[in-house]
């Protein structure tokens, strides 16, 4: 069983840049979760996906938008880059039912870790 | 509004030891679920148990148990025999049944360090 990957691994962005983060789900889940990492923080939800549309969002400006494939796979596009997005941003994976996590543990990949200068 | 708590920043315990990771949460939610997480020095959050909000029981997986006391909405992690390789960052998560956009709330986390 593939569990999720990400990549890149890292990246380095000049502030009002534009980046693409990858990550391929684990096999069987058809749900996709983005969170944002700060340092010394807990994980923040930026949206999820699940069958390709957005079914759920956090408290992230539009700037941040998302995509999930027919075979599951997503991307993160994040526009207009900010010194402030700076983190480390997890992918995560479920089978949740109809997207619905609250019953449904979220299987993470290892990340990418985004610096802005 | 729904919150996630975690109160030590910090802990140290001996190897072979138990070790008890404190967690309380708020949500007006009748229904969610309650998540531990490990995330060593390399990122990955790693799952290691999982408590309904209706389970009677506590919830166990191997050396991972879930001391939850629904009354004072907390969900404390205990390891039992602690080993080397427990030293990781620890997170609570919840996640409400109620339509709040499918998310997981964490709690800062708990940096363990095992002691040899």
């Known amino acids: 069983e593939t569990g999720v990957t990400q990549s890149p691994t890292h990246l380095i962005k000049t502030r009002g840049q534009q980046v693409t983060l990858r990550c391929s789900s684990q096999s069987g889940h058809n749900t996709v979760s983005w969170y944002q990492q700060a340092l010394g923080q807990g994980p923040q939800f930026i949206f999820q996906y699940y069958r390709e549309e957005e079914n759920g969002r956090g408290n992230f400006p539009p700037r941040f938008s998302g995509l999930q494939f027919p075979n599951y796979s997503s991307e993160l596009n994040v526009n207009a880059l900010e010194l402030d997005d700076s983190a480390l941003y997890l992918c995560?994976?479920?089978?949740?039912?109809?997207?619905?996590?609250?019953?449904?543990?979220?299987?993470f990949g290892n990340g990418t870790r985004l610096t802005v200068t | 509004a729904q919150k996630i708590t975690q109160t030590q920043p910090g802990m140290f315990v001996q190897e072979k030891e138990a070790v008890t990771l404190d967690c309380t949460y708020d949500t007006s939610d009748p229904s969610y679920g309650l998540f531990w997480y490990k995330q060593p020095s390399s990122g990955e959050m790693i799952f290691l148990i999982y408590?309904?909000?209706?389970?009677?029981q506590n919830a166990t997986e191997g050396r991972y148990s879930l001391n939850f006391q629904k009354a004072r909405k907390s969900a404390n992690l205990v390891i039992s025999a602690s080993q080397l390789g427990d030293s990781a960052m620890y997170f609570c998560?919840?996640?409400?049944?109620?339509?709040?956009?499918?998310?997981?709330?964490f709690g800062t986390g708990t940096s363990l360090t095992v002691i040899p």
């Open positions: 408590q309904g909000s209706y389970d009677q």
């Open positions: 995560a994976s479920s089978s949740a039912d109809r997207g619905r996590t609250y019953n449904s543990p979220l299987h």
């Open positions: 998560a919840m996640s409400p049944a109620v339509n709040t956009g499918n998310q997981f709330y």
